[in-house]
């Protein structure tokens, strides 16, 4: 009886896919033969994890609007981003989202600032956080960058001395970790001392990022897939849930007079606990306990993939171009034969170096650390794209990988590493790029960590490539294995690390 029911769903639900197919409004827009008639098509090309090789030749075959789904709508042209996600759109956050959100009944207050899809409240949610990712807070951060800073550097001397190839990918993100647990609360999580997954943090974080890639297509049943892995047998806290419960600690000791805002009062490297301390102390209404829990765990649990991408990005096209790294390491000499450079790069100090500022720039142009669309809900009305219309409820997006690559925005050249294209007198091509340089978000929905995560990058590869040679594993190809699962995440790169000059400051 069950099976004959399946079955006749199954061949209604195809039906009503392929009706919906040939009365769409916008059956003329290209793209593969399936996508037409079901999500299955983009869901299956997600979890083999490597969609941005495809996503591009789906442009180059299909144009510059290509069908990902019945309803999905991807776009490669230099027009699309501004109507989508410019200052003062309705467009929403797709439902896609809501599969990285605890749902209903299992949290009473589960919104995130990520997965919140309304942009009012976004915004709102957004805006009494947004001094402490500033520009003029981040010199009380660099305290920490440097401590971590210091272990890195010390661990990779350990790694020269014994001639040992690492996994650059991963130590670059125990980096990220530390420091971000020692901006957000005060102390390291350990990685830098230990090497290895703490409490299967990382694996953990990867993990519920590809579910909610995967689920996210079909949300609805987000609910009840939820619901199926509650039940599962669990251990001690381990993985995003020792995340919750460490920073619920942090929290308690702040709660229960163990340590109070006012002990670092007058401290100048003020945690991100102090600060939304204080906050909560002059308007508990407004920015309540679970403000401060929020920004605390969305800060460990997702400021370190994208920025120990980024780290890994940036050196491997370096070690891949010798002539870049060449040429980085004489401006780094030369800035340091005038005096303007510390033993502990500062953050000033490296923005006044351009050939770093562009390195830096054309390596995550080219390798984001997000390599999926940022969806987006065509709102009320209905709005024209680049000269088509999409009514109300479409599902469209601009994929930053993509948008990377588009010749009309960076030329002939777009597939190559050639940082020198950041360095040009040409104020209104320098402006274009700088306007299509997606790897944060863009718009309202720009990355609200997005500082921090250039003030790590820009101290640390300041430091490591002045201080050491990087060269591949013997046997090691130029083109290292990843994984797309919206971190666009290195694998098993193995570097081999040796000391330069008369060797780092620890």
């Known amino acids: 009886m069950i099976i004959p029911l399946l079955l006749g769903l199954g061949g209604l639900w195809l039906v009503w896919g392929i009706i919906s197919a040939l009365f769409s409004p916008l059956r003329s827009i290209p793209g593969p033969f399936l996508s037409r008639f079901t999500d299955i098509w983009y869901l299956s090309r997600l979890v083999r994890f490597n969609f941005q090789i495809e996503h591009v030749e789906l442009h180059r075959k299909y144009g510059p609007i290509v069908r990902l789904a019945p309803n999905r709508y991807s776009f490669a042209d230099p027009e699309a981003l501004k109507p989508i996600y410019g200052h003062g759109t309705d ?12 749902p209903h009944p299992y949290s009473l207050e589960r919104w995130s600032i990520f997965s919140t899809t309304d942009p009012k409240i976004h915004a709102q949610q957004r805006k009494p956080f947004t001094n402490m990712y500033s520009m003029s807070s981040l010199i009380s951060y660099e305290p920490y ?4 800073a210091d272990i890195f ?30 901006i957000t609360s005060g102390e390291r999580y350990g990685f830098l001392d230990r090497g290895e997954d703490i409490r299967n943090i990382m694996g953990a974080i990867e993990g519920s990022t590809k579910y909610g890639v995967a689920v996210g297509i079909y949300p609805r049943l987000h609910p009840y897939f939820f619901k199926l892995l509650s039940l599962l047998p669990k251990g001690p806290p381990s993985g995003i849930h020792y995340i919750n419960s460490f920073v619920q600690g942090k929290i308690d000791e702040f709660k229960n007079g163990h340590i109070t805002p006012a002990k670092q009062e007058d401290d100048a490297a003020q945690t991100f606990l102090v600060k939304m301390f204080h906050r909560h102390q002059e308007n508990p209404k407004e920015f309540t306990k679970y403000h401060i829990f929020v920004a605390a765990a969305s800060n460990i649990a997702a400021g370190s ?5 980024a780290l890994s990005s940036i050196l491997s096209h370096l070690v891949n171009h010798p002539r870049c790294m060449a040429a980085l390491r004489q401006e780094i000499e030369n800035t340091q034969s005038l005096g303007l450079l510390s033993a502990r790069p500062t953050f000033k100090e490296s923005q006044d170096m351009p050939y770093l500022q562009a390195v830096i720039k054309e390596a995550i142009r080219l ?8 969806e987006r809900i065509v709102p009320e009305g209905g709005v024209t794209i680049c000269g088509r219309f999409f009514p109300a409820g479409t599902i469209v997006g601009i994929n930053p990988y993509v948008e990377h690559r588009i010749k009309s925005i960076w030329g002939e050249d777009a597939e190559e590493f050639r940082p020198e294209r950041w360095l040009t007198p040409d104020k209104e091509q320098l402006s274009l790029m700088n306007r299509h340089w997606i790897p ?10 997005k500082n921090v995560s250039l003030l790590e990058i820009q101290k640390l590869i300041t430091r490591i490539v002045r201080d050491f040679d990087f060269e591949l594993k013997e046997g090691s190809s130029k083109t290292w294995k990843t994984e797309n699962f919206w971190f666009f995440k290195p694998k098993d790169w193995q570097v081999r690390v040796s000391i330069r000059g008369k060797g780092p400051v620890v």
Not at 91 to 102: D, I, L, P, Q
Request: glycine share 10%; charged share 15%.
């Open 440 to 449: 944060f978000g863009s718009g309202s929905r720009t990355c609200l960590g």
């Open 305 to 309: 993939d994208t920025t120990g991408i």
């Open 367 to 374: 390798h984001p650390s997000i390599a999926l669309p940022y």
């Open 91 to 102: 467009f929403r956050k797709s439902e896609w989202y809501s599969a990285f959100n605890v």
């Open 153 to 182: 550097t010390q661990r990779l001397s350990e790694f020269a001395r014994a001639g040992q190839a690492i996994d650059m990918g991963h130590w670059l993100q125990c980096f990220a970790f530390d420091v971000i647990g020692l």
């Open 145 to 148: 960058v440097d401590e971590c």
